[in-house]
């Protein structure tokens, strides 16, 4: 019962925060969050126990100041995702990992990770096990302008989710389970059942001795999806 209290806590925090992602846009008098406000940022992911460090409060802010700029979504579904069954339902906005890509990678170096849903039933010929069941949601992000996934890369994202219909929630890795494409995109298949479910990714792509770059360290990405 307390971890999933703590569960329904860090992603409360993570709504709280695509609130005010969402006003953005609609307000014309907002600003985006300044650096001096980093700190902040950075005690308020804690406070919701995520694993986070400076550079994804970096990442927060920078993802902020892309909503309240209107910049506009990426247009991406990942190859290696071979649907011939469903349709997949794309999260509430695109998240960014700051200064992260060697120079001339993406603007600002930042990566842009892109969250998205398929509820099932559904049928993904790439996944191990292509059928999706009712009740089943397989949840992928695709971090724009990284490598390819491998072992050694030692990919530290996960995913948490709530069912606001039956009030159950967990938390899961994510992980390559589909053939490896050049953008990093991992996911897992949850048993959430079925009902309107809110998922919260958060967490890091890219290990910081592979390919000498340091981690990608993603500001939390909200997604509600019918399940």
Request: aromatic share 6%; proline share 8%; charged share 15%.
């Amino acid at each position: 019962m307390n971890d999933s209290r703590k569960m329904r806590g860090r992603i409360a925090a993570s709504v709280a925060c695509v609130g005010a992602l969402l006003a953005l846009p609609g307000q014309t008098q907002a600003a985006p969050v300044p650096v001096d406000d980093i700190a902040a940022v950075h005690m308020a992911l804690r406070s919701a126990a995520m694993p986070i460090s400076t550079r994804t409060a970096e990442s927060v802010a920078t993802t902020i100041e892309r909503a309240a700029s209107g910049t506009p979504r990426y247009n991406y579904f990942p190859r290696s995702v071979h649907l011939v069954e469903g349709s997949a339902q794309p999260f509430l906005y695109d998240t960014t990992a700051a200064g992260c890509l060697p120079p001339g990678f993406g603007e600002d170096n930042d990566s842009v990770g892109i969250a998205q849903a398929i509820a099932g039933p559904a049928v993904d010929t790439n996944l191990p096990v292509p059928a999706i069941a009712p009740g089943q949601v397989n949840v992928f992000f695709s971090a724009m302008n990284t490598a390819m996934s491998s072992p050694r890369q030692g990919d530290h994202l996960e995913v948490a989710w709530l069912n606001l219909n039956t009030m159950q929630s967990g938390r899961a890795p994510m992980f390559q389970e589909r053939p490896a494409d050049y953008i990093v995109t991992l996911s897992n298949t949850l048993q959430t059942g079925t009902g309107t479910v809110v998922f919260v990714v958060f967490g890091s792509v890219l290990d910081n001795t592979s390919w000498g770059l340091p981690p990608c360290d993603f500001a939390p990405v909200v997604g509600v999806v019918r399940a």
